[in-house]
């Protein structure tokens, strides 16, 4: 499976940004599939979880109230929606795929090239 994150952009402080990631080679509907981010001079970070049948989520403090993850297995996508954008969310956001639903990023594999975000403020 190769998954591909999409949907960044320029965005002004308070606005919103919906990310997409899609999924190709296979179905990755058996999969928790997790958003990271990455800021310059940073480490990467989780932001966001999600179970494989979606009925399960896990946010990152940072973004918890500002972000919903969500997929849609018969299209091979996930989503995360920000909501409340602010200039520390400018990083680049990765999707990955996991067995677990946990934030630790060595849990999870494929990871696709990234998308930027960036927040003016």
């Known amino acids: 499976v190769q998954l591909q994150a999409s949907g960044g952009g320029l965005v002004q402080a308070g606005g919103s940004l919906s990310l997409s990631c899609a999924a190709s080679?296979?179905?990755?509907?058996?999969?928790?599939v997790g958003w990271f981010r990455q800021a310059p001079g940073k480490e990467r970070e989780f932001v966001a979880g999600?179970?494989?049948?979606?009925?399960?989520?896990h946010y990152a403090e940072s973004v918890k109230g500002r972000c919903t993850i969500s997929r849609d297995n018969a299209k091979n996508m996930v989503y995360l929606e920000i909501k409340s954008l602010k200039p520390e969310d400018t990083a680049i956001y990765y999707c990955?795929?996991?067995?677990?639903?946990?934030?630790?990023?060595?849990?999870?594999?494929?990871w696709g090239q990234g998308t930027l975000v960036t927040v003016s403020s």
């Open positions: 990955a795929q996991s067995s677990y639903l946990i934030r630790r990023s060595d849990v999870y594999r494929n």
């Open positions: 080679g296979e179905s990755f509907s058996t999969s928790v």
């Open positions: 999600i179970s494989r049948s979606g009925a399960a989520t």
